[in-house]
């Protein structure tokens, strides 16, 4: 056991070997051709040219490096899991370990990792999630061309994700932060002869480029104001690094003192941006639906369950520094309200079972964005755990019947799949269920958290009971749109042409799987049983002063409210998109029309962001491009240009006759003898 | 001996030589004949070396080793020329330095 | 009499064959016959012979007149054998490159003159010592040129060895019969085929499947 914890920092690198393996593997089975066997050749289209071209490695190796891997963490993340539940939540011993990376004058960036509930948490979903989506990808890439290059990228995707889980301070957080970003932009773009795929790539990429550039201006801007306060920190603490994770409350403190309260909300602002993009909260949000091209597990395994969780676990890591100023944590609040909203508002609309999911995503993860801002930072990271299990459950089994159609995705030509998927359905309600809050299932508790927290914090300002309806009233949306999304694809006659095949074990399974920790986990870490170990008392850090303080049970107040708004949705699916047919959606979609109309073109966010990247920005550009096209490239050919014509006249002297150079060449050497003679005398 | 010419006449022979060869180096349209005329220039400076050489110090007869010399040189000089003004000639049928104009603007 | 009691035979001798080194020179340059050139150079340079003879320079005038009077003015026949004896104008020049050529020759003699009258060493009418000329009628100055180029000019004198050989070999080069540098039409061909393969390998690489490997 222990011995799995002290190479704990082996649980990235096992992915990252994983990936140069294939990666490797595929490059020498592509220049051996002696190593081929017949039995090893899959067939990849090229999809430039279109035309075949053999790829020779073996796809039961791939499957296994990748597999292996992960499982390899799992291991280490149970053992971490054992050695954390072994200790009294009261006082946690937190583990850290730094080797020195970088060393700039006086300054030494190290890299190293840190083991605490936060991080044991999220190595534990990270694994547990990817390993099962990873046998879930077999079945669903079996027959794509790019099956190796799909586990590749999985791998190093895992990698990076483990170690941002797992890094000791910001700036190696930093480091992954981007690779990151960049396998999430391989894998969205993995399919990357589809231009929409190519461009939602690039979009995730862009748009992650902006948050990522506030996050290192905040850092940056963060060391710069406590950079002495850190020197002298760490001569007392040598084994922590610069930044690290466990002296940011009281560097906060620090920050306050040396820039100010103004400063320090802005270095916490800047800090913010990195999160508001990866977790696609409201004004950065745009990628996430469009990521959707990627394949499905792709779609369940980042976009659902890693990494944009990545950037609420950020907020969580750093999240002294938002306390430290009021404004930033306003902020959060206002964006995770916005995005808990608006996220639910447009998924209504949906008629993409990807699309509408991500939507749903994009409004969970702004329910945990106003959780952290409202101070209910366990609740946040409560829910984030919870969503984590269903939300990639949901994916998969929107994958599974994406599959099952054919590669179909809208809605409305799937319905009455429920008997010819029975597990995929089971499932699906399961999750919607609990994504719902229904049933004291897994979402229930979270969200139950959040409320409460909510609530609490109802006392604090004067708009802070808004917030509170406003999440209540998300928390109904959540259940309409996602028991509509059931209705339509499972319920009533199948409206498709394709034919619906029937589910692969290696498809279910994982499913099945996954609807355990769906249902029970919520339950059974809500600290109602003495027994069973209490997710809040974890996981609320020493400096966080309690909240609230409440008792959880069955029938709460909150609870019971949540649930009967949660009914209200369930119902008001049922009666408008279930099978019975009573309400019709017409007659809301007029008698709503704004409404309908603004939530189907998504709020007009990509709308605005096309006129500012095409008019606003374009004119801009067009207009320092014209003043370097006149302006400097003017003054370069100016220089060519003046050469060109002087050498155009002098070239007459090349006569091409001897003699004249000849008679130059006296000239020259009797000018010269005058000059000496002249000199001389 | 030449008791009543001095230094200088000797010397002005050589300039006129110069300016002799100089003037058919520059208008001579023959390649041979520019040949032939940049021995002349050549032979004036020879006549400068040996002159000073007589009148200035005729203990060390420097300047009649150099006269040697420049002697060597112009021999290979005009071989070299020659072989280029023949190879010029297979190319271009004529010796008419006029013609030799390919490295024009 | 009186002029002859004065001037001696040396210096008469040296105003003879001052001017005839001038003219004889003047017609080498005038002359539109190539071969008269020749000839009239091999007077002009027999002539300068004895002007090195009058200069204590018994050695390099007779060096003059077999080098330059006999071996080069026959390699300069043979040239002119090679190449036909077709006369070409002098003179034949537009006024633009006249007026160059006459300032460059005209500003050279200008020059010169101003120098040889302005350089004091020119006036000096010191004749050699009798005692070293008559030394030196004795045993000839070819044995102190040789002992000079083979002691205290040595390198110089293994250095244009090697130029002479240098300049052998390349004549031999130059001069050989198919040269292909100058063979205008083959190296047309030559380009043309290029063209046409390159043209070919083109093609190929168009027709070339592209194996990448996802």
């Known amino acids: ?681 | ?105 | 009499m009186n002029f002859f009691n004065q001037v001696s035979i040396d210096t008469l001798f040296f105003w003879f064959f001052a001017a005839v080194a001038v003219i004889s020179s003047a017609a080498v340059v005038l002359n539109k016959s190539i071969v008269y050139s020749v000839l009239f150079l091999i007077l002009s340079f027999l002539s300068v012979a004895a002007i090195f003879a009058l200069n204590n320079a018994d050695f390099l005038a007779i060096a003059q007149a077999i080098v330059y009077a006999v071996g080069l003015a026959i390699v300069l026949l043979f040239g002119v054998m090679f190449t036909g004896i077709k006369p070409l104008d002098v003179l034949t020049r537009t006024k633009r490159e006249s007026f160059v050529f006459v300032s460059v020759i005209l500003f050279s003699v200008t020059l010169l003159t101003y120098m040889l009258l302005h350089t004091p060493l020119s006036f000096v009418l010191v004749t050699p010592s009798s005692q070293v000329v008559s030394s030196l009628a004795q045993q000839g100055t070819a044995m102190l040129i040789g002992k000079l180029i083979f002691s205290q000019y040595i390198l110089a004198f293994e250095l244009a060895s090697v130029l002479l050989l240098i300049a052998m070999v390349g004549a031999i080069v130059l001069s050989k019969k198919r040269l292909d540098v100058f063979d205008s039409e083959a190296s047309f061909h030559q380009s043309t085929r290029n063209d046409v393969m390159f043209q070919h390998s083109q093609d190929i690489n168009k027709e070339l499947p592209v194996e990448v490997c996802n």
């Open chain 1, 1 to 681: 056991m222990n011995w799995l914890l002290s190479f704990i920092w082996l649980v990235p690198i096992y992915p990252l070997i994983s990936f140069l393996g294939i990666v490797l593997g595929r490059a020498v089975f592509s220049y051996f051709p002696s190593l081929r066997s017949s039995a090893s050749v899959t067939t990849e289209m090229n999809e430039v040219s279109e035309k075949a071209v053999s790829c020779y490695f073996p796809k039961s190796w791939s499957l296994f490096f990748t597999l292996s891997a992960t499982l390899l963490g799992l291991f280490h993340a149970l053992a971490s899991l054992f050695w954390l539940l072994a200790q009294s939540p009261t006082e946690i011993t937190v583990i850290e370990k730094n080797i020195p990376w970088l060393q700039v004058a006086d300054i030494t960036f190290s890299f190293g990792y840190l083991l605490d509930p936060m991080s044991v948490m999220m190595l534990f979903v990270v694994t547990f999630v990817s390993l099962l989506i990873q046998i879930y990808t077999h079945g669903y890439m079996h027959d794509d061309a790019g099956y190796a290059k799909f586990y590749s990228f999985l791998s190093l995707f895992n990698f990076s994700m483990l170690g941002l889980v797992l890094s000791s301070n910001l700036f190696q957080t930093y480091i992954f932060w981007e690779l990151v970003g960049v396998s999430s932009y391989l894998l969205i773009g993995f399919w990357f002869f589809k231009p929409s795929a190519a461009a939602a790539a690039l979009k995730a990429f862009l748009m992650n480029r902006i948050g990522d550039f506030g996050l290192l201006l905040g850092l940056l801007s963060f060391l710069f104001f406590t950079l002495s306060w850190w020197q002298s920190y760490l001569l007392d603490h040598s084994n922590q690094a610069l930044l690290s994770f466990q002296a940011i409350s009281q560097s906060s403190v620090a920050l306050l003192e040396s820039a100010g309260p103004e400063l320090t909300a802005l270095v916490a602002i800047l800090v913010l941006m990195g999160p508001v993009a990866k977790s696609a909260q409201v004004p950065l949000h745009t990628w996430l639906p469009d990521a959707m091209e990627g394949p499905t597990p792709i779609s369940a395994l980042i976009h659902a369950a890693t990494m944009v969780a990545a950037g609420i676990y950020l907020v969580g890591r750093v999240y002294p520094l938002f306390q430290a100023s009021e404004v930033a944590l306003i902020v959060v609040t206002c964006i995770g309200v916005l995005t808990a909203l608006i996220g639910a508002f447009i998924a209504i609309t949906q008629t993409d079972i990807k699309k509408a999911l991500a939507y749903s995503t994009m409004s969970q993860l702004g329910f945990m964005m106003t959780a952290m801002g409202v101070g209910a930072f366990s609740a946040a990271l409560f829910h984030l755990f919870t969503h984590a299990f269903f939300k990639a459950m949901l994916f998969l089994c929107s994958g599974s019947v994406i599959h099952a159609c054919d590669g179909e995705q809208d809605m409305r030509k799937m319905g009455g799949l429920f008997t010819k998927l029975p597990v995929t359905a089971w499932t699906y309600l399961i999750g919607t269920v609990a994504i719902s809050g229904l049933f004291w299932t897994s979402g229930f508790w979270s969200k139950d958290e959040i409320l409460l927290g909510l609530e609490t914090y109802a006392s604090r300002y004067d708009f802070a009971p808004v917030v509170f309806y406003l999440m209540t009233f998300a928390a109904g949306l959540t259940a309409f749109y996602m028991f509509r999304t059931f209705f339509m694809t499972f319920m009533g006659q199948y409206r498709g042409d394709a034919h619906v095949h029937s589910e692969t074990p290696v498809m279910s399974w994982p499913l099945a799987i996954l609807a355990v920790p769906s249902l029970f986990v919520g339950v059974a870490l809500s600290g109602l049983s003495e027994e069973l170990p209490s997710f809040a008392s974890y996981l609320t850090p020493v400096w966080m002063e309690q909240h609230h303080q409440h008792t959880v049970s069955l029938f709460s107040d909150i609870g019971n409210r949540s649930q009967i708004i949660g009914l209200t949705g369930l119902l008001l699916a049922a009666l408008i998109y279930g099978p019975w047919n009573l309400l019709s959606a017409e007659l809301f979609r007029k008698l709503l029309a704004p409404f309908h109309k603004l939530s189907l073109k998504k709020f007009y966010f990509d709308e605005l962001y096309s006129f500012i990247a095409a008019k606003v920005y374009w004119s801009v550009a067009t207009a320092t491009a014209l003043f370097d096209r006149k302006g400097i490239d003017g003054l370069v050919s100016f220089t060519g240009q003046s050469v060109m014509f002087t050498g155009s006249v002098a070239r007459y002297l090349q006569t091409g006759q001897i003699q004249l150079y000849i008679a130059v060449l006296f000239f020259a050497l009797f000018v010269s003898t005058l000059f000496f003679l002249y000199k001389l005398q």
């Open chain 2, 1 to 105: 001996m030449m008791t009543d010419v001095a230094l200088i006449q000797n010397l002005m022979l050589a300039t006129l030589l110069f300016s002799v060869g100089l003037a058919g180096v520059l208008f001579s349209r023959n390649a041979i004949k520019l040949l032939i005329s940049s021995e002349l220039m050549l032979t004036s400076v020879n006549i400068n070396f040996v002159a000073f050489n007589n009148y200035l110090n005729l203990d060390v007869l420097a300047g009649q080793v150099f006269s040697v010399f420049i002697l060597t040189i112009s021999a290979a000089e005009a071989a070299i020329g020659l072989a280029i003004v023949v190879a010029l000639f297979r190319l271009y049928r004529t010796v008419d330095v006029e013609k030799f104009r390919l490295l024009k603007w």
